[in-house]
């Protein structure tokens, strides 16, 4: 009976990576073929393979920036959401004070909030305050649904660091931005690493909120990847080697967190 079981399990899971991988490899098989091959002939492999795509990408300033400014933005959002959460999650997680679990269910509800929601407050705010096409402006924007997300990830971690440490700490003369920076963050890096994954990851991909609060100074890549129409029709190839080199940063951010995020599923808080 184990013999037949093992089986059928090998075979799903086969089939659910062949399922889950196929989108991909397709998206990179585009990249190496012209647009004409692309939209003449069905094959599994490039029959004229070429570079071009990816040339166009890295030569080309409407393209190469988009990465740039979804870096920048990214960077400054993902910086700010854990200066942000961790003091947060640490009183959380510490401290009970009136109305903190309603605060907390208040945070989450932020999150599970459409981007759309916000869209016109934040076109109307920008415009006033002149923060329009800044990388300013979308990190801003991403910290409503990020901040929320870091201090649920991290209040889960930091409660399960015993009290008795904060109090060891406090008695053996240590101040609080001492004991929080040397002791007790090193101890909580596994969510830090969690929570900078998903924010990374939420402003690396989200879409509305990043096309329209920038135009040309700050277009990211995703904004970029919906503007490939011309006279002459779609240009598939480039936006699939665009789609390839999308999916690279993200890939490199889950090798250097996948322990973290086993741990965090662990814990049950991812």
């Given at each position: 009976m184990t013999e037949p079981r093992f089986q059928k399990r090998t075979l799903f899971l086969i089939a659910y990576l062949v399922f889950a991988i196929l989108p991909i490899y397709w998206m990179?098989?585009?990249s190496f073929k012209t647009n004409e091959e692309i939209l003449s002939s069905f094959s599994f492999w490039p029959q004229h393979f070429t570079w071009d795509n990816y040339k166009t990408i890295f030569t080309d300033a409407s393209w190469y920036s988009g990465y740039i400014n979804s870096l920048i933005y990214v960077a400054i959002n993902t910086?700010?959401?854990l200066t942000v959460a961790l003091p947060a999650a640490y009183a959380f997680s510490r401290y009970q004070f009136?109305?903190?679990?309603h605060v907390f269910f208040w945070l989450l509800t932020n999150r599970m909030t459409p981007p759309a929601v916000f869209l016109l407050p934040f076109f109307q705010l920008y415009t006033t305050v002149?923060?329009?096409d800044t990388h300013v402006a979308v990190a801003l924007a991403?910290?409503?649904f990020n901040v929320p997300l870091a201090v649920w990830i991290l209040e889960g971690f930091m409660s399960g660091v015993p009290r008795e440490i904060d109090e060891t700490a406090y008695i053996d003369g240590y101040s609080f931005p001492r004991f929080f920076l040397t002791i007790f963050l090193p101890l909580i890096k596994a969510g830090v690493g969690v929570a900078a994954f998903f924010c990374f990851m939420f402003s690396w991909v989200e879409l509305l909120l990043a096309r329209t609060l920038t135009s040309v100074n700050a277009k990211p890549i995703v904004a970029t990847m919906t503007r490939t129409v011309s006279a002459s029709g779609m240009d598939w190839a480039t936006l699939a080697a665009a789609g390839v080199?999308?999916?690279v940063p993200?890939?490199?951010v889950i090798w250097f967190v996948?322990?973290?995020i086993a741990k965090g599923f662990a814990m049950g808080r991812v």
């Open positions: 990179v098989n585009m910086v700010i959401s009136l109305g903190d679990k002149g923060l329009m991403h910290l409503l080199l999308t999916i993200g890939a490199i996948r322990h973290y």
